[in-house]
């Protein structure tokens, strides 16, 4: 039997947030969950106070609001960047570690194969520019106690998602337009709190890794999955081009990430997306 460990969530009341803490108290550990009203991220001493005893910090809380960062980019770094700092300082003190979660926006998406977890970050977005930000606060706070886990395309049964969106619009309007020229790995959170607890499990070596599921599609592609798991022919959706959407904060055209060093760590990747997606199916929408 695994020996239990004592967790601490943060943004427990947000999509990946939820998950974890019922995953992680189901496979047995001790979970202490704050939200924005239970714990002020900002506030250092009750930081420390809180992080007191904590054996591992999965810090879930985060700015996600990817276009109004783009003008509110100091209030996103604020969530994205110093609250990490504060929490890897805290977790410092007590001997903890700490899973800072972050995000595939932190690289350009210009790529033609998948990010290795130490290729160059280039953000094209005030998002991408905090969440990077964060990484480097905590990677310099906790040099020995770090684990950043980029995932991307989340999707999970208590948020507003992709997958949860294209059922609902699906089923009112019988047909839909996706843009099929974005790539990505659609990722469940229950698969991504999965990881992160394996990689704790497993002592791990501190440094970066990506929970993203395996292959790769593009939203049009997932969405047609979607479709046909909700019962519905998948020739409904039809593709089209990014700039049929302008959106306020650039996409990722490319946002497929590398396993390897979950791989070196012995640790293995998440599945294949459209197997994982087989399975969430059932629960998320
Ligand atoms: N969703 C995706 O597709 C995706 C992709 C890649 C990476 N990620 C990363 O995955 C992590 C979890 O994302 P998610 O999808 O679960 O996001 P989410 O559903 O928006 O949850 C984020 C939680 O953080 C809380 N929060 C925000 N600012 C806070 C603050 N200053 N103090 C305390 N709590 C605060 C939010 O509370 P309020 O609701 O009260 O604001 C919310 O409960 C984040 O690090 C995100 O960057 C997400």
Known sequence: MVASVRWMVTGSAGMLGTDAVQLLRDAGHEVVAHTRESLDLSDAAAVGVAVEGV???LHCAAWTAVDDAETEEAAALEANAVLPAILAAAAHGAGARMVQVSTDYVFAGDATQPYAEDAPTAPRSA???TKAAGEE?????LPE???I???AWLYGAHGPCFPRTIARAAAERGALSVVSDQVGQPTWTVDVVDLVERLVTAGAPAGTYHATSSGQTSWFGFAQAVVASAG???AIVS???TAAFPRPAPRPAYSVLGHDALMRAGVEPIGDWAERWDVASAVVV
């Open 127 to 129: 998002y991408g520019r």
């Open 145 to 147: 106690a770090h684990l």
């Open 55 to 57: 054996d591992v910090v």
């Open 149 to 151: 886990v980029r995932t």
């Open 137 to 141: 606060a905590v990677r310099a706070a």
């Open 232 to 234: 519905m022919d998948p």
């Open 239 to 241: 593709p089209c081009d």
